[in-house]
């Protein structure tokens, strides 16, 4: 596909994302880990004109140089503010506003595309367009937590359909044999930083499961009193556990002794079938305690990885996010992307039913921390 | 004038306020004081609703049962809710939405008042509209906030002036001589519960300033390290100088020397004469001590007020929000209007530019936290 | 008495409250508003050093120059720290220390007082000796706190017995009539300078009870399910006490269907008739609003005073604590005693079976943020 | 060595460490991280009594039931509290109550050891001796934080001397080559569950410093502005720096102009040859980042280990604490010891100046959460 088609393709599909939402829906922030939808748009926009227009566009104008403080995300690199601000506080830019933003910094790599482009910016455009994919899925995580935590709990759209489950025929274990395994990324295509390095592990005889834990077989872990018992919990998560008052999933709710979770088209009665969804580490760590098993660690997720089905959901691993050997951070601010965020993050391997397509690789490296389960974080076990 | 026209002109002026903003400004809630403007829109339709409507007026439909809970602000009386949530974080309903809301109210209100009301019934009409007046000037403080924590610092309205200040010709005192002053409301119109239980006070001779302190005269005290000497603060104010860094009023700014505040049309360079605006208790009581002066207790004021002009700020008193001789509050949800923050507040009194026509009164007496200041607050001298 | 033998007598007494005590029971703060007794021991020998010996006594050397920032508690004309410390923290200076720069003082301190004093002299002795009997009642509440906030319930001193109550035999209402009444201290004694400025007060007819709540009353209160109503509550008020889980006064435990409370001498069975204790303004209001009556202002309680016995708790009063007319704070870092603490904080009149000995008088005004009940306080009503 | 005789020196050596101790000192907590003293002395002494005495020793008696409560760590097995306590708030029991019941404890454990021990017995015993030489390494910096953090810095003892360090003759690289490496314990001796699970390990080829990163080296990173850059941070570890304000490693103050540390002698000039002290992960990452260089792995450091010299400082690994292959947690309380951490955690390896003699070894796993920097904790750098 020609970059200018790539483009086309990848632009328009955050504002397909955000076609059913109200212009309200745009604002909100309400919590720390989700950003407006409006941020979203602004700030894959800023990161084209930033790193490629601005030093490479001859004769292009920055559409308003206030942006640049607002659709920021690399913070370091800011000068003085006038006033400290959250994303939520912030009513402007308005929608109109960031979609003019959009047209313009559109229209100006339209043109800059005519032209051939160096390897060097062609490799920064390809980031740019994987970058906003990243933030698509963003789009797609925050807008559900929006609506989800509103207490109309309004659908995102009634003709959207929640990922139909494979049909689960229970776990069925893959042994793995013991053995030298090569780990990261090989080849010609885009890859991130982290997963750059690609080198050989040993890995022990292992086994991991086929399939990933259902809501049913979760609802067994709930029932047997799993949130109560502290003796499957890390300290850590026991203690998250108590402070938020956890004793579900994230979206489950039992109303009148009936489940239903938050989904797409509203509240809904939980599927049995389908993988748990939105799992903390904390919880998934749990989980496999209580079964006897273990979460694979993100080398034997990937050595096991082409005889995976695979990309439901992101599967947390007992790995923590560390770079690889040799890692190297790139220089300037392209080389914030990964590197400073190599500490109390958890590896997460997949991909899930919101990820974009053709977005995610058997290398690919996700990582959050052990809290956090807003995105569609699900469970696989090992042993 | 006819109730129903009384009713009209409150509603509407309600929506002409908001009638400069976008759809994103409706939405945010950058700090607990500040509410969203729909919030105060379908706020104040369903007090109407709530005590006018649903128990007195046949056959009439509730627009939506979920409101009673997003709108409601006497959270005591809500039953047990599903989810948590902070009214910044509330997308839905929509502006659009509760427009719709305000309509059905409406209609539903004007053929209410088609038929007489029984006396009581008026008392609470007339306290409705009392309480969206309240909630109107809440909206102009709130837009305010709302746009001037913007790091973009958007006009509400280009054309809407921030008021003329007075030609100040420097204080004059006023000595009003000891005796016997009937304080608190006396008479056929309309007033708060806090007002009643009219009460002889003896006061001591004293002196009060016939002018507000201006933003010249507050500028010397900056000048003069009023923000840095411990010892005109309490010792609860200078804690919070330090905690939050308060070095001028709120919307203040000094840009390369030349000071600047947020008005109504964006940024503009501050008002000499103009009487300061958006003061603490704490910065009131502060500058009165490096006056070697003192505020007036409200009963100073009120005994003052008939010979005073009045009306550009509310003017923060030395005496706490306490309840007059023989106040009771009254039974049932109504009864929590006043009563209950009746510790921990300062009184203000007077009114401001952005008070509603006719809304103050010289009894009338307006509280707040120390520490806020995102009212139209200023500083009147007595000695 | 002379000023040396006065001088013998409150030292040795703030030494004689500590002497049932172990050396670790002198270092611990178990909350903020806590101080350990070996702070009182120090800091009040620290005034004595500070204002009176350094500057006035020739040849005296301060006992450790370090001690001014350990004991200064106007922290404001503090310099430059190396470590931020609490002064819980601190295990350094240790008891036997601080007895070696009590005795330094002491021995000092007689010496000096061999010669005449200058007026302005006695004054700042005599609020010296003030100023430790206010830390001596500091000293039995801090460490009934301590003690009492200990999983062991320790005893203070198995022989020291709590106030036996007076046998109550119902509150009677004691009328009062309307007229001008002079509140604020006169005379010859010493008093705090937020006393002076008499002035005179109207009161309208009021009546007030001459005895306290007791036990038994409150009791009839928690079991009316007084915490669990909002209506009975200032909304701060409620707050605090969903926040804190609140539904007792301090020091009150249920075990095993039985009402014990923490005393001198460790967990006794509640005494039914004592005057109830260790109450917040939350809880004194609330009650007062169950029984529908009220608490008595300040200016009531002084005017009933001469009538009334007290003395047994600090009783609360409907009145912040504010400056009486023509209140002037006294120059320089004594100037700091009291005015700026006259902010968000309410009046408590009377004195409590802990207040030093003639250390209280009918003008006498203490204040405590309406949260605070670690002292000895409790109710008494008006209407 | 006979385990009665084991038992005499590990449980002597604990009191000796406490020697120079005033009472006050085993009291306080400044900080979360740091246990007072009397509280690691009774709480070592509680594990024998509860995992060894109770269930085992025929006719011991308990010494005080409330003990349990006070001096339990694995909180979650503890019923219903009365109180909400921290440790540094109990001043009671008193140090001498926790000398008594040392040697109650003792002289049953002396008894105890006289028949001979199950197999079990004796590994939970062995367990029992470790445990008190892991806090014997707390007492030391927990001594050093609580005497470190008053502003008298007073001597620990003033014959203590710290760590003579060794003439360091500048880094030198130790290369070591690819290849497979057995990592975890083998043998007879006693280690850690987390040690077990010995497995292989392939190591791409490395090299590693044989010497620690000196005073004078990271003075230089100081100098260069190291903590004024982001870019050498994680971006926890920016937030970290930004908002504790951190300039240097704990315990070093510029006062006028002279770099001092605080020692076990008090504040002495800053020793330049020895290994820099007190070190977050996140400060030894930037360290290695600003040096172009990387923290070795927890295999790489055991790897390269028998042609080290290490022992002086914990040196922080670029590994997460996880699970070895085939780690199982013991059932029981017991089993609570390890597992439960190991999240959020980094590890270090070697031991340091404070670590009792022989306590640490080759294949041990200690861990902290990386900001934590109380420990005696260095850099040793990899490539
Ligand atoms: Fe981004
Ligand atoms: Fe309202
Ligand atoms: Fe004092
Ligand atoms: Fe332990």
Same mark, same amino acid.
């Given at each position: ?26 604002? +909100?922030?309400? +919590? ?352």
């Amino acid at each position: 596909m020609l970059l200018k088609e790539q483009y086309e393709t990848v632009r328009r599909r955050s504002e397909q994302i955000c076609a059913p939402l109200k212009t309200e829906d745009y604002v +909100v922030q309400p +919590v720390v880990d989700v950003s407006p939808p409006k941020w979203h748009l602004g700030h894959t926009t800023w990161f084209f004109e930033t790193f490629i227009l601005a030093p490479n566009a001859k004769g292009y104008t920055v559409f308003d140089p206030q942006y640049n403080y607002v659709f920021n995300s690399y913070y370091e690199s800011v000068g003085a503010r006038v006033i400290r601000t959250n994303r939520g506080n912030l009513s402007r830019p308005a929608v109109e506003d960031i979609m003019r933003y959009r047209k313009h910094v559109d229209e100006a790599m339209m043109a800059f595309l005519e032209t051939p482009l160096s390897r060097k910016l062609t490799e920064l455009f390809i980031l740019g367009l994987n970058h906003e994919e990243q933030h698509q899925e963003l789009l797609y995580t925050d807008i559900k937590y929006i609506l989800g935590h509103n207490p109309l709990f309004p659908a995102y759209d009634p003709q959207h359909k929640d990922l139909t489950p494979v049909n689960n025929t229970g776990p069925a274990w893959l042994n793995i044999r013991a053995g030298m395994y090569d780990i990261g990324f090989s080849g010609d295509g885009f890859c991130f930083d982290n997963e750059l390095g690609r080198h050989a592990v040993y890995l022990p005889e292992y086994r991991i499961s086929t399939a990933l834990v259902t809501n049913t077989e979760y609802l067994d872990f709930i029932q047997a009193g799993g949130y109560q018992d502290f003796r499957y919990w890390h300290a850590e998560g026991w203690d998250w556990v108590k402070n938020n008052q956890v004793t579900t999933p994230m979206y489950w709710y039992n109303i009148d002794g009936q489940w239903v979770h938050y989904t797409w088209q509203g509240l809904r009665p939980l599927m049995p079938d389908a993988p748990v969804n939105h799992i903390s580490y904390y919880e998934a760590a749990a989980y496999a305690a209580w079964k006897g098993q273990r979460l694979p660690t993100e080398f034997e997720w990937e050595a096991a990885a082409p005889q995976l089905s695979w990309g439901q959901r992101w599967e947390w691993c007992e790995s923590a996010y560390l770079p690889y050997p040799g890692f190297a951070k790139a220089p300037g601010a392209i080389g914030e992307y990964n590197g400073k965020f190599m500490i109390s993050q958890m590896v997460l391997r997949g991909g899930s039913e919101v990820t974009s397509p053709n977005h995610s690789r058997i290398t690919y490296r996700n990582f959050f921390h052990p809290s956090l389960r807003w995105q569609f974080t699900g469970i696989r076990l090992a042993g």
